[in-house]
T-cell receptor
Framework: NAGVTQTPKFRILKIGQSMTLQCTQD?????MYWYRQDPGMGLKLIYY???????DKGEVPNGYNVSRSTTEDFPLRLELAAPSQTSVYFC????????????FGQGTRLTVV | AQKITQTQPGMFVQEKEAVTLDCTYD???????LFWYKQPSSGEMIFLIY??????QNATEGRYSLNFQKARKSANLVISASQLGDSAMYFC???????????FGGGTRLMVKP
């Protein structure tokens, strides 16, 4: 019963570097999400996916890209890291029914220096 | 656009007492869901309770209950018999008619005093 698994847990990037945050879920959920949480704030939606091959922008998509080639995996790509992307990133998934709870991964703490 | 407002940045409560965490929301959707999540210092997001906009009864889950007042657009979380382990950040969130994407409030930090 792994649920939603994110890797890595911590990462330090230099400005301009790129990286991919990995997210996988084993609950056969159609919906997956990426959120970011800045210090002392609530979570904001970056991108989401309602199924394999379908992705859409959330509230704060600039500087990020996603793909959804399988139901299980939903990686988040940062192409040119900037200090403003220093944050904690959460991946989540939920079943297709409306208003169902989202299950969150443990988060990835990213620092851009 | 949806908006969630949590007006209490921090709160103290005495162990074994009840506490209410406030949440107000704004939406033009007729169908929506309201959620509360707990985030302990370890950082994970833990689902606590859910209320649907068409549910007539207030939701309850163990020591957690949701005081849903639709006309006032409020969805306050009530924690009864507070425990030291309840010390954490609490986030109110809502989903929209468009899907399960969540809009979060800024959170309330609850500190339980022994």
């Amino acid at each position: 019963n792994a649920g939603v698994t994110q890797t890595p847990k911590f990462r330090i990037l230099k400005i301009g570097q790129s990286m991919t945050l990995q997210c996988t879920q084993d609950m056969n959920h159609n919906y997956m999400y990426w959120y970011r949480q800045d210090p002392g704030m609530g979570l904001k939606l970056i991108y989401y996916s309602v199924g394999a091959g379908i992705t859409d922008k959330g509230e704060v998509p600039n500087g990020y890209n996603v793909s959804r080639s399988t139901t299980e995996d939903f990686p988040l790509r940062l192409e040119l890291a900037a200090p403003s992307q220093t944050s904690v990133y959460f991946c989540a998934s939920s079943s297709q029914g409306k208003n169902t709870e989202a299950f969150f991964g443990q988060g990835t703490r990213l620092t851009v220096v | 656009a949806q908006k969630i407002t949590q007006t209490q940045p921090g709160m103290f409560v005495q162990e074994k007492e009840a506490v209410t965490l406030d949440c107000t929301y704004d939406t033009s959707d007729q169908s929506y869901g309201l959620f509360w999540y707990k985030q302990p210092s370890s950082g994970e997001m833990i689902f606590l309770i859910y209320q649907g906009s068409y549910d007539e009864q207030n939701a309850t889950e163990g020591r957690y209950s949701l005081n849903f007042q639709k006309a006032r657009k409020s969805a306050n979380l009530v924690i009864s018999a507070s425990q030291l382990g309840d010390s954490a950040m609490y986030f109110c969130a809502m989903s929209s008619n468009a899907g399960n994407m969540l809009t979060f409030g800024g959170g309330t930090r609850l500190m339980v005093k022994p």
